[in-house]
């Protein structure tokens, strides 16, 4: 596949590892965060952890929509599905497998005879609707920045057609002030359990607001910024420009993902987004706690397509399962072998924490690619006999 | 989830709709987000729209900057 395969070449990704070898400073250690599920998929699935100097580590960051979804947001989905025969609630594939309270997900809610569809597109949502007058098609969004656009696009088509039985649970969330939240945490800050020397920053939601967004605080926190595509090679570059960021003690926004990001994003796609959508005061996330201004609600003139007002949806926050760490693997200050449950109750087949869920979750990108890096390596030196068996 | 693949726009259609192939397989996405693709563009496709045109030039350049790493210092010059 063009602009994919040839960013993934192991010739070129072995010249970038010896690169980075050779110019970070082994006089120091080098700590970057990894802002998106994207690029924690890429580097624990290409191995890129291993192709880096010991003195350079990678922490995974909040970046994965799944992951930062509260459980109080998807009891509110499953509710109004179990509730009400008439609806039809459809999302992401992501979301359907991600632990509710009662031991529930939408997956299970489903199980249990509500009507619950997997799409693959906000529009495909949209058609349903369209197809099924009798029936409320409520489309459960979630998302980052890259994910928000198609639905404000569905919500203004459903009003543009009077389309009065599709609906959306908006739970779009922002990506600098989850950045902003993690500088700002007591980790980073006065108990310096989380040393950052720079992030990189996302691929996709950058195509939409552009490199800009990152600049104050790339400028308030002296944190640089390298914006980098989702395949290895991509990664790894900004690695590199991370530690030469720092080698020479600039603190600036750069961006390796030249080929699909300006910095000044997607100026259609933004106006979009703000004829539809607005600022919440604030919204919970997992892990990272309530955030003011972090998320987007469906402004009050598309209130007939808001199915929280429609239905009359009410938010009750439920704390985390007790053993679980997604809280703190989601702020960088744990990985996911710290946490007790982490392949033992805890797996991509049976998640108790959200990190589980998708595959950009920090927990299931290091289950599926990295787990038995944390065994030590046996031995079998001398192979075994059948006298030695038998003896 | 931010999952988004390159694809090359192969036929435009009729309300902000175009075709893609992408490895073989067409699919109809939506245009709705970015202006003036035409068809040979690539475009950033996620959850059935078209987030952004890919900039062919841009990418040559950044994989040849990354193939310069490989040449260590000494041995480029």
Known sequence: ?391 | MCLAIPARIVELLDGDQCRVELGGVRKEISLALVDGAAVGDYVIVHVGYALTKLDAEEAAQTLALIAEAGIAPEAGR
Request: a neutral charge; aromatic letters at 8%; hydrophobic letters at 45%.
């Open chain 1, 1 to 391: 596949m063009k602009y994919v395969d040839e960013f993934r070449d192991g010739t070129l990704a072995a010249g970038l590892a010896r690169a980075i070898a050779r110019e970070a400073d082994r006089g120091r250690d080098y700590a970057f965060m990894e802002f998106c599920g994207g690029h924690t998929h890429a580097i624990s699935r290409y191995g890129v952890s291993d192709l880096l100097p010991a003195n350079v580590r990678m922490i995974h960051g909040p970046g994965c929509p799944v992951c930062v979804l509260p459980i109080g947001r998807v009891d509110m989905a499953i509710r109004l599905a179990l509730a009400r025969p008439e609806v039809i609630l459809c999302t992401y594939g992501d979301c359907l497998r991600v632990p509710a309270s009662d031991g529930l997900s939408l997956l299970k809610a489903k199980a249990r005879g509500a009507d619950v569809r997997m799409v693959y597109s906000a529009a495909d949502a949209l058609a349903l609707a369209a197809r099924e007058p009798a029936r409320e098609v409520v489309f459960f969004a979630i998302g980052f920045e890259t994910t928000t656009p198609p639905t404000a696009l569905v919500l203004r088509e459903a009003a543009a057609r009077g389309l009065a039985n599709f609906s959306v649970i908006c739970n779009h969330v922002l990506t600098p002030p989850a950045i902003t939240a993690i500088l700002d945490s007591p980790a980073a800050g006065e108990l310096g359990t989380l040393h950052l020397d720079g992030f990189i920053g996302p691929a996709h939601v950058s195509t939409l607001i552009g490199s800009r967004p990152y600049e104050a605080f790339a400028a308030r926190y002296r944190k640089p910024v390298v914006i980098a595509g989702f395949e290895p090679l991509d990664v790894m570059q900004a690695i590199r420009m991370l530690v030469r960021q720092v080698n020479t003690g600039r603190a600036e926004v750069e961006n390796e993902f030249t080929r699909a990001v300006v910095r000044d994003g997607n100026p259609k796609a933004q106006a979009i987004v703000s004829e539809v959508l607005e600022l919440r005061d604030e919204f919970e996330w997992r892990g990272l706690g309530v955030l003011a201004r972090s998320a987007l609600r469906i402004r009050p003139a598309f209130a007939p397509w808001d199915a929280e007002a429609k239905f009359g949806l009410d938010y009750r926050p439920v704390p985390d399962h007790r053993a679980c760490e997604c809280g703190a693997i989601l702020r960088g200050v744990k990985k996911p072998a710290d946490c007790k449950l982490f392949g033992t109750v805890c797996t991509p087949e049976t998640p108790m924490g959200s990190c589980m869920v998708s595959s950009e979750g920090a927990c299931a990108a290091h289950y599926n690619y990295g787990r038995f890096r944390d065994l030590p390596a046996v031995a079998a030196d001398k192979p075994v006999t059948q006298a030695q068996e038998s003896a």
